[in-house]
């Protein structure tokens, strides 16, 4: 069966950085469409970043320039690099995949807590 299993949240002062890590099991990792969302005490859930099957990637205005996502094929990792962090930051992380072609994301971790 699918399994995303984020990591690599945690505790950090403002304007340090964390790098957050999803590995995927029991999911077609290349050829697919990826995301990171995050979601803050009291608030929606926001997507962070996305990165399609065709290696093209959009980020949330707020994350622009701070934060970078990636992933290794052949780790079967999508990564989300956050630098410069600041306490608006703070919430629960989750990455999400779907098959591409497939309308909203199907597939979510259980995601992983970045505290600033």
């Known amino acids: 069966h699918v399994q995303l299993v984020e990591s690599g949240g945690g505790s950090v002062q403002a304007g340090g950085s964390l790098r957050l890590s999803c590995a995927a099991s029991g999911f077609q990792f290349d050829g697919s469409d990826w995301g990171w969302y995050r979601q803050g005490a009291g608030r929606k859930c926001e997507v962070v970043s996305r990165k399609q099957s065709d290696s093209s990637t959009d980020y949330a205005e707020s994350v622009k320039g701070r934060f970078t996502i990636s992933k290794v094929n052949a780790e079967k990792t999508l990564y989300l690099q956050m630098s410069n962090l600041k306490p608006e930051d703070t919430a629960m992380y989750f990455c999400?995949?779907?098959?591409?072609?497939?309308?909203?994301?199907?597939?979510w971790g259980q995601g992983t807590q970045v505290t600033v």
């Open positions: 999400a995949a779907q098959y591409t072609g497939i309308s909203g994301f199907g597939y």
